[in-house]
């Protein structure tokens, strides 16, 4: 499902050079982390089911290139989609997982500078412009430091190397939460969903009758509805069992 540009204009986010520091500073703190790592560390496995922590740092670095295209394409006046294919992109992630961790650390640290420097033309772009990152989903030109910002951020805390998602800062955490809340639905519910954030953000998935409420501060709301909260964090809360990682 596509999602609805005017879901992406009620989005409570800060201006876009505070997201862009933001962006900055997340990618700071997980280089600061991830250039402590073993080499045994790299290929051990992320939390991501199926996933080395090597193949979550290639991840991190063709997301970015495939950033840097699609803005690119979009200044062009072309589909500013950013990968040819699903297969390419999987390929690129898998050969690049099977590097060093000097080569994983070196490319997380370069291709985060080539879009840091590419994100610069978005000054110039109307903020409402509509980009088709991939196939049928639209984007505003100036949520793409956000949709940088979420990557970053929870591929830290899949990375498994010491950052949680209450680690995240009040402020971005709110920007998420409405970010995952609105773009991606979840699929196959038993029973609706009613998002209660203590900062103030509502919102429902899911038809609402019978639903289950989660709630408390918008980290822990975000990492349940992510699949990225500890267990331990939620069974105190009494939230019910998180969806999976996505």
Known sequence: MAWDASDQARLSVGQLAEVRKRKLEA?????GDTIALSELAWQEPSRLPGWTR???????????????????LALMGRRALM??????RDLA????????????QIDLDTSAGRLNHRFNV?????PDMLLELTPGNLYRADLLPLVRLNEIVLHHIDLDCGFEVTDIDPEPARWLLELNAMRHPLEGLVRGIHLESESGFV???????????VGGPDAVVLGWLTGRLRPADGEA???PEEPRPR
Do not use: K, W
């Open 203 to 213: 919102h429902d998935i899911g038809p609402q009758q019978a639903a289950v409420t």
């Open 83 to 88: 990968y040819d294919s699903d297969e390419d």
């Open 93 to 104: 992630i898998e050969r690049g997982s099977e590097r060093s961790g000097l080569e994983l």
């Open 54 to 72: 090597a193949h979550v740092a290639s991840h991190l670095s063709r997301n970015a290139d495939a950033l840097c295209r699609a803005v690119d």
């Open 122 to 126: 978005l000054e110039t772009l109307p």
């Open 27 to 31: 990618t700071q703190r997980l280089l």
């Open 237 to 239: 809360l009494g939230l």
